[in-house]
């Protein structure tokens, strides 16, 4: 029998201030973004953007239905509409901001299972990692620098053919 440890590194910025320009601009974005999040049901509002190789931002925000699993999360309403809008520009890095309106929520909400897979799928694509900067309700901020370091033994494209 063999073991593998797998690991990777997250940085944590204890506010804004410590990041680039050019990340808390996209934070900023993201952070606009959620408050146009549809989310009658949860109470739980996300805001995305999404930083593309020609400097373009596509932004999104969690869209919910009283079907509830015909929401959609703002992680993939972002990089679907960064897909349709500029198709095979490189997706640079993603700002992803969450806070509850029921309770204060400090720590930063990583994507869920199904955006993760969502935004490996652009990732395997491109062949460049993509960054992830993620924020709660006032910080800390988390940073990955790609979005298999979250989604270890992924499922990818290449298993099908
Ligand atoms: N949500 C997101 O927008 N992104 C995630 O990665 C996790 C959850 C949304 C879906 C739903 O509208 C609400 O948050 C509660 O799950």
């Given at each position: 029998m063999k073991s593998k440890t797998l690991s990777f590194q997250l940085s944590i910025f204890e506010s804004l201030a410590e990041l680039p320009k050019?990340?808390?601009?996209?934070?900023?974005?993201?952070?606009?973004?959620?408050?146009?999040?549809y989310a009658?049901?949860?109470?739980?509002?996300?805001?995305a953007a999404v930083?593309?190789?020609?400097k373009q931002v596509v932004i999104g925000s969690?869209?919910?239905?009283?079907?509830?699993?015909?929401?959609?999360?703002?992680?993939r309403v972002a990089v679907f509409q960064a897909g349709a809008k500029f198709p095979g520009v490189t997706i640079l890095k993603?700002?992803?901001?969450?806070s509850s309106e029921k309770t204060a929520t400090r720590e930063p909400a990583a994507p869920c299972g199904n955006c993760r897979?969502?935004?490996?799928?652009?990732?395997?694509?491109q062949k460049k990692?993509?960054?992830?900067?993620?924020?709660?309700?006032e910080g800390p901020i988390y940073k990955?620098?790609?979005?298999?370091?979250i989604l270890p033994l992924a499922f990818k494209s290449d298993f099908l053919v």
């Open positions: 050019e990340d808390q601009e996209l934070i900023s974005l993201a952070s606009q973004a959620k408050e146009n999040a009658p049901y949860s109470h739980f509002k996300v805001g930083l593309l190789e020609n969690n869209q919910e239905n009283a079907s509830y699993p015909s929401g959609l999360c703002a992680e993603i700002a992803i901001v969450a897979q969502s935004i490996f799928e652009y990732e395997n694509k990692p993509i960054e992830l900067l993620l924020m709660g309700g990955c620098l790609s979005i298999k370091d």
